[in-house]
Nanobody, 129 residues
Framework: QVQLVESGGGLVQAGDSLRLSCTAS????????MGWFRQAPGKEREFVSA????????YYADSVKGRFTISRDNAKNTVFLQMNSLTPEDTAVYYC??????????????????????WGQGTQVTVSS
């Protein structure tokens, strides 16, 4: 079955950096778009970033644009989220997700496909001020 396993979270200070990883198994990774979501206590889940199957197209929420970078290594079945200049507002559980089906590149931002797709267990990121 499909499994997504996130790692790399932790407790850091404002201004620090973290690199999250999400390794997938049970699917042909290079054929699936990948996304990152986050959810802070008492807040709605936020679609943070996405990358198309070949890594050509990327998306960032305004809240992280210019600070976060998404990338993928299809040979290692892994997607990364490099997070720089972290602030306390970035504190959340971060999840990677992928649609349950192969989609054309033009649909890599179809959020509903991720929401109904496969999810990892999440990794906690805590940024202290």
């Amino acid at each position: 079955q499909v499994q997504l396993v996130e790692s790399g979270g932790g407790l850091v200070q404002a201004g620090d950096s973290l690199r999250l990883s999400c390794t997938a198994s049970g699917l042909t990774f290079s054929r699936y778009h990948m996304g990152w979501f986050r959810q802070a206590p008492g807040k709605e889940r936020e679609f943070v970033s996405a990358i198309s199957m070949a890594g050509v197209n990327t998306y960032y929420a305004d809240s992280v644009k210019g600070r976060f970078t998404i990338s993928r290594d299809n040979a290692k079945n892994t997607v990364f989220l490099q997070m720089n200049s972290l602030t306390p507002e970035d504190t959340a559980v971060y999840y990677c997700a992928t649609p349950k089906r192969v989609l054309a590149s033009t649909y890599y931002l179809r959020v509903s496909e991720y929401e109904n797709g496969y999810w990892g267990q999440g990794t906690q990121v805590t940024v202290s001020s």
